[in-house]
Protein backbone atom coordinates (compact mmCIF):
# COMPACT_ATOMS: atom_id res chain seq x y z
CA UNK A 1 0.00 0.00 0.00
CA UNK A 2 2.74 2.55 1.08
CA UNK A 3 4.14 1.37 -2.87
CA UNK A 4 1.13 2.82 -4.77
CA UNK A 5 0.90 5.79 -2.28
CA UNK A 6 4.42 7.14 -2.93
CA UNK A 7 4.12 6.08 -6.40
CA UNK A 8 0.56 8.08 -7.02
CA UNK A 9 2.24 9.24 -10.24
CA UNK A 10 2.33 6.12 -11.63
CA UNK A 11 -0.81 4.72 -10.97
CA UNK A 12 -2.39 8.41 -12.08
CA UNK A 13 -0.51 8.34 -15.44
CA UNK A 14 -1.36 4.45 -16.10
CA UNK A 15 -4.91 5.42 -15.10
CA UNK A 16 -4.29 8.63 -17.88
CA UNK A 17 -2.97 5.86 -20.41
CA UNK A 18 -6.22 3.64 -19.78
CA UNK A 19 -8.64 6.44 -20.22
CA UNK A 20 -6.77 7.63 -23.73
CA UNK A 21 -7.09 4.24 -24.75
CA UNK A 22 -10.36 3.63 -24.11
CA UNK A 23 -11.72 7.32 -25.68
CA UNK A 24 -9.63 7.27 -28.55
CA UNK A 25 -10.71 3.23 -29.46
CA UNK A 26 -14.44 4.12 -28.38
CA UNK A 27 -14.27 7.28 -31.10
CA UNK A 28 -12.33 5.52 -33.47
CA UNK A 29 -14.78 1.96 -33.27
CA UNK A 30 -17.83 4.03 -33.21
CA UNK A 31 -16.90 5.87 -36.61
CA UNK A 32 -15.63 2.72 -38.08
CA UNK A 33 -18.57 0.59 -36.87
CA UNK A 34 -21.07 2.88 -38.14
CA UNK A 35 -19.93 2.89 -41.71
CA UNK A 36 -19.76 -1.19 -41.41
CA UNK A 37 -23.22 -0.92 -40.46
CA UNK A 38 -24.28 1.37 -43.20
CA UNK A 39 -22.33 -1.07 -45.63
CA UNK A 40 -24.20 -3.87 -43.99
CA UNK A 41 -27.74 -2.87 -43.62
CA UNK A 42 -27.63 -0.76 -47.53
CA UNK A 43 -28.25 -1.83 -50.97
CA UNK A 44 -25.06 -2.22 -52.87
CA UNK A 45 -24.67 -6.21 -52.18
CA UNK A 46 -20.50 -6.44 -52.46
CA UNK A 47 -20.46 -3.86 -49.59
CA UNK A 48 -22.84 -5.77 -47.24
CA UNK A 49 -20.93 -9.19 -48.76
CA UNK A 50 -17.56 -7.51 -47.71
CA UNK A 51 -19.02 -5.69 -44.18
CA UNK A 52 -20.18 -9.28 -43.07
CA UNK A 53 -17.53 -11.18 -43.34
CA UNK A 54 -15.31 -8.93 -41.97
CA UNK A 55 -17.51 -8.76 -38.70
CA UNK A 56 -17.57 -12.48 -38.64
CA UNK A 57 -13.83 -12.79 -39.12
CA UNK A 58 -13.38 -10.61 -36.31
CA UNK A 59 -15.79 -11.46 -33.88
CA UNK A 60 -14.47 -14.95 -33.96
CA UNK A 61 -10.51 -13.96 -33.38
CA UNK A 62 -9.54 -13.01 -29.97
CA UNK A 63 -8.31 -9.51 -29.27
CA UNK A 64 -5.03 -10.80 -27.93
CA UNK A 65 -4.30 -12.22 -31.64
CA UNK A 66 -5.81 -8.86 -33.32
CA UNK A 67 -2.73 -6.97 -30.98
CA UNK A 68 -0.21 -10.01 -31.94
CA UNK A 69 -1.37 -9.08 -35.74
CA UNK A 70 -0.74 -5.36 -35.19
CA UNK A 71 2.18 -5.12 -32.69
CA UNK A 72 4.30 -7.92 -33.68
CA UNK A 73 3.14 -9.51 -37.09
CA UNK A 74 3.11 -6.01 -39.26
CA UNK A 75 6.41 -4.98 -38.43
CA UNK A 76 7.89 -7.98 -40.81
CA UNK A 77 5.85 -6.25 -43.39
CA UNK A 78 7.06 -2.69 -42.46
CA UNK A 79 3.78 -1.75 -41.39
CA UNK A 80 3.97 0.61 -37.45
CA UNK A 81 7.38 0.12 -37.00
CA UNK A 82 7.89 3.47 -35.65
CA UNK A 83 4.06 3.93 -34.71
CA UNK A 84 3.61 5.15 -30.81
CA UNK A 85 2.50 2.14 -28.85
CA UNK A 86 -0.47 4.00 -27.78
CA UNK A 87 -1.82 4.38 -31.29
CA UNK A 88 -1.14 0.62 -32.79
CA UNK A 89 -3.20 0.05 -29.07
CA UNK A 90 -5.92 2.01 -30.24
CA UNK A 91 -5.88 0.58 -33.50
CA UNK A 92 -5.91 -3.07 -32.42
CA UNK A 93 -8.59 -2.79 -29.75
CA UNK A 94 -10.91 -0.30 -33.33
CA UNK A 95 -10.31 -3.07 -35.30
CA UNK A 96 -11.90 -5.83 -32.91
CA UNK A 97 -14.53 -3.35 -31.50
CA UNK A 98 -15.72 -2.10 -34.63
CA UNK A 99 -17.73 -5.18 -35.63
CA UNK A 100 -19.55 -5.37 -32.65
CA UNK A 101 -20.39 -1.67 -33.08
CA UNK A 102 -21.34 -2.57 -36.35
CA UNK A 103 -24.07 -5.43 -34.85
CA UNK A 104 -25.15 -3.29 -31.98
CA UNK A 105 -26.31 -0.15 -34.77
CA UNK A 106 -27.43 -3.12 -36.89
CA UNK A 107 -29.88 -4.06 -34.10
CA UNK A 108 -30.95 -0.62 -33.31
CA UNK A 109 -31.77 -0.02 -37.04
CA UNK A 110 -33.49 -3.63 -36.89
CA UNK A 111 -35.57 -2.47 -34.20
CA UNK A 112 -37.21 -0.19 -36.02
CA UNK A 113 -40.91 -1.26 -37.45
CA UNK A 114 -41.43 -1.65 -40.88
CA UNK A 115 -44.52 0.13 -40.58
CA UNK A 116 -42.59 2.95 -39.27
CA UNK A 117 -40.97 4.46 -42.57
CA UNK A 118 -44.26 2.72 -44.81
CA UNK A 119 -46.46 5.48 -42.76
CA UNK A 120 -43.80 7.72 -43.34
CA UNK A 121 -43.49 7.57 -46.69
CA UNK A 122 -47.74 7.21 -47.02
CA UNK A 123 -47.36 10.64 -45.88
CA UNK A 124 -45.51 12.39 -48.33
CA UNK A 125 -41.98 12.89 -46.71
CA UNK A 126 -39.11 12.79 -48.13
CA UNK A 127 -36.07 10.18 -48.05
CA UNK A 128 -33.95 12.82 -45.56
CA UNK A 129 -37.32 13.27 -43.23
CA UNK A 130 -37.86 9.29 -43.54
CA UNK A 131 -34.44 9.16 -42.46
CA UNK A 132 -34.20 12.33 -40.25
CA UNK A 133 -37.52 12.27 -38.63
CA UNK A 134 -38.55 9.12 -38.06
CA UNK A 135 -36.44 6.26 -38.37
CA UNK A 136 -32.59 7.16 -37.08
CA UNK A 137 -34.30 9.24 -33.77
CA UNK A 138 -35.94 5.26 -32.94
CA UNK A 139 -32.54 3.36 -34.13
CA UNK A 140 -30.36 5.42 -31.96
CA UNK A 141 -32.48 5.15 -28.96
CA UNK A 142 -32.47 1.27 -29.75
CA UNK A 143 -29.03 0.99 -29.61
CA UNK A 144 -27.88 2.91 -26.58
CA UNK A 145 -28.06 -0.02 -24.67
CA UNK A 146 -26.09 -2.65 -26.72
CA UNK A 147 -23.55 0.02 -27.99
CA UNK A 148 -23.15 0.78 -23.91
CA UNK A 149 -22.33 -2.84 -23.12
CA UNK A 150 -19.86 -2.92 -26.20
CA UNK A 151 -18.13 0.10 -24.97
CA UNK A 152 -18.01 -1.40 -21.43
CA UNK A 153 -16.52 -4.40 -22.48
CA UNK A 154 -14.04 -2.33 -24.82
CA UNK A 155 -12.94 -0.28 -22.11
CA UNK A 156 -11.84 -3.94 -20.28
CA UNK A 157 -10.80 -5.25 -22.85
CA UNK A 158 -7.74 -2.11 -23.14
CA UNK A 159 -6.41 -4.27 -20.52
CA UNK A 160 -5.18 -6.79 -23.18
CA UNK A 161 -2.43 -3.65 -24.04
CA UNK A 162 -0.84 -4.41 -20.94
CA UNK A 163 0.37 -8.28 -22.81
CA UNK A 164 2.33 -5.69 -25.33
CA UNK A 165 4.11 -3.49 -23.27
CA UNK A 166 1.72 -0.76 -22.34
CA UNK A 167 2.06 0.82 -18.78
CA UNK A 168 -1.98 1.03 -18.44
CA UNK A 169 -3.67 0.27 -15.17
CA UNK A 170 -3.06 -4.01 -15.43
CA UNK A 171 0.77 -3.30 -17.01
CA UNK A 172 0.87 -0.84 -13.87
CA UNK A 173 -0.79 -3.39 -11.75
CA UNK A 174 1.46 -6.28 -13.00
CA UNK A 175 4.84 -4.12 -12.20
CA UNK A 176 3.39 -2.95 -8.53
CA UNK A 177 2.52 -6.64 -7.92
CA UNK A 178 6.05 -7.82 -8.48
CA UNK A 179 7.29 -5.21 -5.96
CA UNK A 180 5.36 -5.75 -2.90
CA UNK A 181 3.67 -8.16 -0.58
CA UNK A 182 -0.14 -7.16 -0.06
CA UNK A 183 -1.03 -7.81 -3.35
CA UNK A 184 -4.62 -8.15 -3.00
CA UNK A 185 -4.93 -4.09 -1.70
CA UNK A 186 -3.36 -3.58 -4.64
CA UNK A 187 -5.82 -5.70 -7.50
CA UNK A 188 -8.92 -4.43 -5.53
CA UNK A 189 -7.23 -0.77 -5.76
CA UNK A 190 -6.57 -1.28 -9.31
CA UNK A 191 -10.33 -3.12 -9.65
CA UNK A 192 -11.55 0.08 -8.53
CA UNK A 193 -10.33 2.13 -11.13
CA UNK A 194 -11.64 0.40 -13.76
CA UNK A 195 -14.81 -0.03 -11.73
CA UNK A 196 -15.07 3.59 -12.12
CA UNK A 197 -14.94 3.66 -16.10
CA UNK A 198 -16.99 1.38 -16.47
CA UNK A 199 -19.92 2.54 -14.23
CA UNK A 200 -19.33 6.54 -15.75
CA UNK A 201 -20.10 4.30 -19.26
CA UNK A 202 -22.76 2.68 -17.32
CA UNK A 203 -24.22 5.88 -16.01
CA UNK A 204 -24.09 7.36 -18.94
CA UNK A 205 -26.09 4.99 -21.39
CA UNK A 206 -29.16 5.07 -18.46
CA UNK A 207 -29.50 8.79 -18.55
CA UNK A 208 -29.11 9.19 -22.22
CA UNK A 209 -32.05 6.21 -22.22
CA UNK A 210 -34.28 7.95 -20.08
CA UNK A 211 -34.05 11.58 -21.78
CA UNK A 212 -34.72 9.71 -25.36
CA UNK A 213 -37.57 7.72 -23.80
CA UNK A 214 -40.73 7.88 -25.55
CA UNK A 215 -44.26 6.40 -24.36
CA UNK A 216 -45.32 3.41 -26.89
CA UNK B 1 -36.01 -6.91 -50.12
CA UNK B 2 -37.77 -4.24 -48.12
CA UNK B 3 -35.82 -2.47 -45.41
CA UNK B 4 -37.02 0.62 -43.60
CA UNK B 5 -34.17 2.44 -44.86
CA UNK B 6 -35.27 2.25 -48.44
CA UNK B 7 -37.98 1.62 -50.70
CA UNK B 8 -38.22 -1.45 -52.66
CA UNK B 9 -36.00 -0.61 -56.01
CA UNK B 10 -37.50 0.14 -59.28
CA UNK B 11 -35.24 -0.82 -62.74
CA UNK B 12 -33.73 1.76 -62.68
CA UNK B 13 -32.21 2.18 -59.04
CA UNK B 14 -31.04 -1.83 -59.54
CA UNK B 15 -29.47 -0.59 -62.15
CA UNK B 16 -27.60 2.17 -60.34
CA UNK B 17 -26.83 -0.44 -57.17
CA UNK B 18 -25.79 -3.11 -59.78
CA UNK B 19 -23.04 -0.38 -60.67
CA UNK B 20 -21.93 0.71 -57.24
CA UNK B 21 -21.29 -2.96 -55.88
CA UNK B 22 -19.35 -3.25 -59.61
CA UNK B 23 -17.43 -0.63 -58.20
CA UNK B 24 -17.30 -1.82 -54.69
CA UNK B 25 -15.99 -4.64 -56.16
CA UNK B 26 -12.96 -3.65 -58.33
CA UNK B 27 -12.05 -1.56 -55.25
CA UNK B 28 -12.39 -4.17 -52.55
CA UNK B 29 -10.19 -6.60 -55.22
CA UNK B 30 -7.49 -4.16 -55.87
CA UNK B 31 -7.33 -3.36 -51.64
CA UNK B 32 -6.79 -7.48 -51.83
CA UNK B 33 -4.31 -7.61 -54.70
CA UNK B 34 -2.53 -4.61 -53.40
CA UNK B 35 -2.14 -6.35 -49.52
CA UNK B 36 -1.37 -9.09 -51.10
CA UNK B 37 1.93 -7.38 -53.43
CA UNK B 38 3.07 -5.65 -49.77
CA UNK B 39 3.14 -9.23 -48.52
CA UNK B 40 5.00 -11.32 -51.48
CA UNK B 41 7.30 -7.83 -51.49
CA UNK B 42 8.49 -8.51 -47.88
CA UNK B 43 9.01 -12.00 -48.78
CA UNK B 44 5.48 -13.08 -46.72
CA UNK B 45 4.52 -15.42 -48.91
CA UNK B 46 7.43 -17.69 -48.49
CA UNK B 47 7.29 -21.34 -48.32
CA UNK B 48 8.94 -21.85 -45.57
CA UNK B 49 7.39 -19.73 -43.67
CA UNK B 50 4.17 -21.52 -43.90
CA UNK B 51 6.22 -25.21 -43.84
CA UNK B 52 5.89 -25.45 -40.21
CA UNK B 53 2.05 -25.48 -40.72
CA UNK B 54 2.54 -28.46 -43.15
CA UNK B 55 5.05 -30.67 -41.29
CA UNK B 56 3.23 -33.84 -39.00
CA UNK B 57 5.57 -32.64 -35.80
CA UNK B 58 4.35 -28.77 -35.61
CA UNK B 59 0.08 -29.94 -36.70
CA UNK B 60 0.58 -32.32 -33.71
CA UNK B 61 2.09 -29.51 -31.81
CA UNK B 62 -0.62 -27.28 -32.45
CA UNK B 63 -3.40 -29.93 -32.00
CA UNK B 64 -2.22 -30.34 -28.46
CA UNK B 65 -2.26 -26.43 -27.49
CA UNK B 66 -5.94 -26.63 -28.87
CA UNK B 67 -7.12 -29.81 -27.32
CA UNK B 68 -5.12 -27.72 -24.16
CA UNK B 69 -7.35 -24.62 -24.86
CA UNK B 70 -11.17 -26.80 -25.20
CA UNK B 71 -10.00 -28.42 -21.69
CA UNK B 72 -9.62 -25.01 -20.27
CA UNK B 73 -12.39 -23.74 -21.34
CA UNK B 74 -14.83 -26.70 -21.15
CA UNK B 75 -13.64 -26.80 -17.35
CA UNK B 76 -13.82 -23.37 -17.15
CA UNK B 77 -17.58 -22.97 -18.23
CA UNK B 78 -18.50 -26.10 -16.48
CA UNK B 79 -17.35 -24.14 -13.45
CA UNK B 80 -18.95 -21.30 -14.26
CA UNK B 81 -22.47 -22.67 -14.95
CA UNK B 82 -21.73 -23.81 -11.10
CA UNK B 83 -20.81 -20.78 -9.82
CA UNK B 84 -23.56 -18.96 -12.14
CA UNK B 85 -26.29 -20.68 -10.77
CA UNK B 86 -25.11 -20.48 -7.48
CA UNK B 87 -25.02 -16.64 -7.59
CA UNK B 88 -27.94 -15.93 -9.71
CA UNK B 89 -30.04 -18.04 -7.57
CA UNK B 90 -28.60 -15.97 -4.75
CA UNK B 91 -29.57 -12.81 -6.51
CA UNK B 92 -33.26 -13.94 -6.49
CA UNK B 93 -32.91 -15.20 -3.15
CA UNK B 94 -35.89 -13.41 -0.81
CA UNK B 95 -33.36 -13.22 2.27
CA UNK B 96 -30.88 -9.35 1.88
CA UNK B 97 -28.14 -11.09 3.71
CA UNK B 98 -27.60 -13.90 0.35
CA UNK B 99 -28.87 -11.55 -2.37
CA UNK B 100 -26.27 -8.01 -1.25
CA UNK B 101 -23.79 -10.08 -1.07
CA UNK B 102 -24.48 -12.11 -4.17
CA UNK B 103 -25.48 -8.70 -6.29
CA UNK B 104 -21.97 -7.45 -5.08
CA UNK B 105 -19.71 -10.32 -6.76
CA UNK B 106 -20.98 -10.71 -9.53
CA UNK B 107 -20.91 -6.44 -10.22
CA UNK B 108 -17.70 -7.00 -9.11
CA UNK B 109 -16.30 -9.82 -10.99
CA UNK B 110 -18.45 -8.59 -14.48
CA UNK B 111 -16.25 -5.04 -14.28
CA UNK B 112 -13.08 -5.76 -13.52
CA UNK B 113 -11.20 -6.82 -17.10
CA UNK B 114 -10.19 -10.72 -16.89
CA UNK B 115 -6.70 -9.98 -17.83
CA UNK B 116 -6.58 -8.34 -14.59
CA UNK B 117 -8.11 -10.48 -12.95
CA UNK B 118 -5.41 -13.48 -14.00
CA UNK B 119 -2.41 -11.74 -13.08
CA UNK B 120 -3.66 -11.27 -9.81
CA UNK B 121 -4.51 -14.89 -9.55
CA UNK B 122 -0.56 -15.77 -11.13
CA UNK B 123 1.18 -13.44 -8.77
CA UNK B 124 -0.79 -12.64 -6.03
CA UNK B 125 -1.13 -14.53 -2.30
CA UNK B 126 -2.85 -17.60 -4.32
CA UNK B 127 0.50 -17.51 -6.58
CA UNK B 128 -2.22 -20.08 -8.56
CA UNK B 129 -0.06 -22.13 -11.65
CA UNK B 130 -1.00 -20.51 -15.06
CA UNK B 131 -2.94 -23.17 -15.90
CA UNK B 132 -5.03 -22.32 -12.59
CA UNK B 133 -5.07 -18.88 -12.98
CA UNK B 134 -6.72 -18.65 -16.53
CA UNK B 135 -9.04 -21.21 -15.42
CA UNK B 136 -9.91 -19.61 -12.01
CA UNK B 137 -10.09 -16.32 -13.57
CA UNK B 138 -12.33 -17.41 -16.76
CA UNK B 139 -14.88 -19.19 -13.51
CA UNK B 140 -15.12 -16.17 -12.02
CA UNK B 141 -15.60 -13.33 -14.74
CA UNK B 142 -17.55 -15.97 -16.87
CA UNK B 143 -19.86 -17.51 -13.32
CA UNK B 144 -20.88 -13.85 -13.08
CA UNK B 145 -22.08 -13.09 -16.77
CA UNK B 146 -23.89 -16.65 -16.23
CA UNK B 147 -25.55 -15.88 -12.90
CA UNK B 148 -27.26 -12.84 -14.67
CA UNK B 149 -28.25 -15.37 -17.37
CA UNK B 150 -29.97 -17.61 -15.24
CA UNK B 151 -31.44 -14.69 -13.06
CA UNK B 152 -32.47 -13.66 -16.40
CA UNK B 153 -33.30 -17.07 -17.91
CA UNK B 154 -35.47 -17.62 -14.20
CA UNK B 155 -37.62 -14.50 -14.79
CA UNK B 156 -38.31 -15.38 -18.16
CA UNK B 157 -40.66 -18.58 -17.13
CA UNK B 158 -44.10 -17.02 -16.76
CA UNK B 159 -44.63 -16.25 -13.12
CA UNK B 160 -48.68 -18.13 -13.23
CA UNK B 161 -45.76 -21.39 -13.05
CA UNK B 162 -44.39 -20.37 -9.90
CA UNK B 163 -47.94 -19.21 -8.67
CA UNK B 164 -48.94 -22.29 -9.78
CA UNK B 165 -46.72 -24.00 -7.53
CA UNK B 166 -47.08 -22.01 -4.08
CA UNK B 167 -50.68 -22.72 -4.90
CA UNK B 168 -50.24 -26.45 -4.36
CA UNK B 169 -48.22 -25.96 -1.53
CA UNK B 170 -44.78 -26.14 -2.82
CA UNK B 171 -41.90 -25.24 -0.75
CA UNK B 172 -39.76 -22.22 -2.06
CA UNK B 173 -36.43 -24.50 -2.93
CA UNK B 174 -39.08 -26.88 -4.54
CA UNK B 175 -40.81 -24.31 -6.88
CA UNK B 176 -37.12 -23.11 -7.96
CA UNK B 177 -35.83 -26.80 -7.81
CA UNK B 178 -38.52 -28.71 -9.61
CA UNK B 179 -40.32 -25.50 -11.86
CA UNK B 180 -38.48 -22.74 -12.50
CA UNK B 181 -34.99 -24.18 -13.08
CA UNK B 182 -35.74 -26.63 -15.24
CA UNK B 183 -37.76 -24.61 -17.56
CA UNK B 184 -35.17 -21.71 -17.46
CA UNK B 185 -32.27 -24.13 -18.28
CA UNK B 186 -34.35 -24.76 -21.96
CA UNK B 187 -34.26 -21.01 -22.54
CA UNK B 188 -30.42 -20.39 -20.93
CA UNK B 189 -29.22 -23.08 -23.44
CA UNK B 190 -28.57 -20.79 -26.37
CA UNK B 191 -27.45 -18.05 -24.02
CA UNK B 192 -24.73 -20.45 -22.33
CA UNK B 193 -23.14 -22.05 -25.82
CA UNK B 194 -22.72 -18.21 -26.98
CA UNK B 195 -20.71 -17.40 -23.59
CA UNK B 196 -18.55 -20.57 -24.52
CA UNK B 197 -17.12 -18.39 -27.24
CA UNK B 198 -16.25 -15.97 -25.04
CA UNK B 199 -14.62 -18.20 -23.08
CA UNK B 200 -12.70 -19.84 -25.55
CA UNK B 201 -11.72 -16.71 -27.17
CA UNK B 202 -10.65 -15.56 -23.52
CA UNK B 203 -8.06 -18.37 -22.91
CA UNK B 204 -5.68 -16.82 -25.56
CA UNK B 205 -5.21 -14.42 -22.68
CA UNK B 206 -3.09 -17.49 -21.53
CA UNK B 207 -0.47 -15.99 -23.63
CA UNK B 208 0.54 -13.54 -20.92
CA UNK B 209 1.50 -16.38 -18.29
CA UNK B 210 2.24 -19.00 -20.19
CA UNK B 211 -0.57 -20.86 -19.70
CA UNK B 212 -0.78 -24.35 -22.34
CA UNK B 213 -2.92 -23.69 -25.67
CA UNK B 214 -2.99 -22.32 -28.58
CA UNK B 215 -1.47 -18.87 -27.95
CA UNK B 216 1.56 -19.97 -26.34
CA UNK B 217 2.22 -22.75 -28.68
CA UNK B 218 2.18 -20.26 -31.34
CA UNK B 219 4.80 -17.89 -29.60
CA UNK B 220 7.24 -20.88 -29.26
CA UNK B 221 6.49 -21.24 -33.38
CA UNK B 222 7.28 -18.18 -34.35
CA UNK B 223 9.87 -17.48 -32.26
CA UNK B 224 12.02 -20.69 -33.63
CA UNK B 225 10.91 -19.86 -37.85
CA UNK B 226 10.09 -15.80 -37.84
CA UNK B 227 6.90 -16.23 -39.27
CA UNK B 228 4.79 -14.02 -36.66
CA UNK B 229 2.53 -13.12 -39.60
CA UNK B 230 2.01 -16.77 -40.63
CA UNK B 231 1.37 -18.05 -37.09
CA UNK B 232 -1.19 -15.62 -36.25
CA UNK B 233 -3.01 -16.58 -39.61
CA UNK B 234 -3.22 -19.87 -38.69
CA UNK B 235 -4.44 -19.43 -35.19
CA UNK B 236 -6.80 -17.24 -35.99
CA UNK B 237 -8.36 -19.34 -38.52
CA UNK B 238 -8.30 -22.09 -35.73
CA UNK B 239 -10.30 -19.91 -33.24
CA UNK B 240 -12.23 -18.61 -36.02
CA UNK B 241 -13.32 -21.99 -37.12
CA UNK B 242 -13.94 -23.50 -33.45
CA UNK B 243 -16.26 -20.33 -32.66
CA UNK B 244 -18.44 -20.85 -36.10
CA UNK B 245 -18.68 -24.29 -34.79
CA UNK B 246 -19.98 -23.03 -31.42
CA UNK B 247 -22.14 -20.45 -32.62
CA UNK B 248 -24.13 -22.70 -35.91
CA UNK B 249 -24.81 -25.02 -32.67
CA UNK B 250 -26.09 -21.93 -30.39
CA UNK B 251 -28.14 -21.22 -33.39
CA UNK B 252 -29.52 -24.72 -33.77
CA UNK B 253 -30.89 -24.95 -30.45
CA UNK B 254 -32.16 -21.78 -30.22
CA UNK B 255 -34.53 -22.52 -33.54
CA UNK B 256 -35.18 -26.33 -32.29
CA UNK B 257 -36.08 -25.99 -28.60
CA UNK B 258 -36.48 -22.14 -27.84
CA UNK B 259 -38.41 -20.10 -30.75
CA UNK B 260 -38.31 -16.83 -30.97
CA UNK B 261 -37.66 -16.17 -27.18
CA UNK B 262 -34.32 -14.22 -26.20
CA UNK B 263 -33.09 -12.94 -23.19
CA UNK B 264 -32.51 -9.94 -21.90
CA UNK B 265 -29.00 -9.63 -19.91
CA UNK B 266 -28.68 -6.13 -17.72
CA UNK B 267 -26.36 -4.07 -18.44
CA UNK B 268 -23.37 -3.55 -15.61
CA UNK B 269 -24.16 -0.75 -13.14
CA UNK B 270 -28.21 -1.11 -14.43
CA UNK B 271 -30.83 -1.67 -12.62
CA UNK B 272 -32.94 -4.52 -13.36
CA UNK B 273 -35.01 -4.47 -16.49
CA UNK B 274 -33.72 -1.24 -16.71
CA UNK B 275 -31.39 -1.16 -19.28
CA UNK B 276 -30.94 -4.22 -21.82
CA UNK B 277 -28.10 -5.43 -23.82
CA UNK B 278 -25.37 -8.41 -23.84
CA UNK B 279 -22.43 -7.45 -23.14
CA UNK B 280 -19.81 -9.75 -23.50
CA UNK B 281 -17.05 -9.48 -26.33
Not at chain 2, 124 to 129: A, D, K
Not at chain 2, 210 to 226: K, M, N, Q, Y
Not at chain 2, 228 to 242: D, K, N
Given at each position: ??????????????????????????L?????????????????????????????????????????????????????????F?V?????????????????V?????A??????????????????????????????????????????????????????????????????????????I?????????????????????????????? | ???????????????????????????????????????????????E????????????????????????????????????????????????????????????F???????????????????????????????????????????????????????????????????????????????????????????????????V?????????????????N???????????????N??????????????????????????????????????
Open positions: MEDLIDQSDLVLQAFWLTIQLAVLSGCSLLFGTVLAAMRVGPVSVLRAAATTYVTLVRNTPLLLVFVFVFVAAPNIGWFVGTPLKGVIAVSVYTSAFVCEARSGVNVALGQAEAARAIGLTFGQTMGSVVLPQAYRASVPPLASVLIAMTKNTSIAAVFGLMELTGRMRYFSNNSADDTVFVVFAALYIVLVELISVGAIGLERRWRAAR | MTSVLFDIPGPRTRRRHRMYAVVAGLALLALAAWFLKVLNDNGELAYLWEPFLTPAYIEVLWQGLLDTLAMAALAVLLAVVLGAVLGVGKLSDHRAVRVPSWLVVEFRAVPLLLLIIFLFLGPLRLSPYWSVVVGLTLYNGAVLAEIFRAGVLAVPKGQAEAAYAIGMRKTQVMMQIQLPQAVKIMIPAIISQCVVALKDTSLGFYLAPGLTTVGRRIWIEFGQFQTAVVLSAIYILCLVLTALATWVQRKYVGEQKLVVPMIGAAAGESAGRGGL
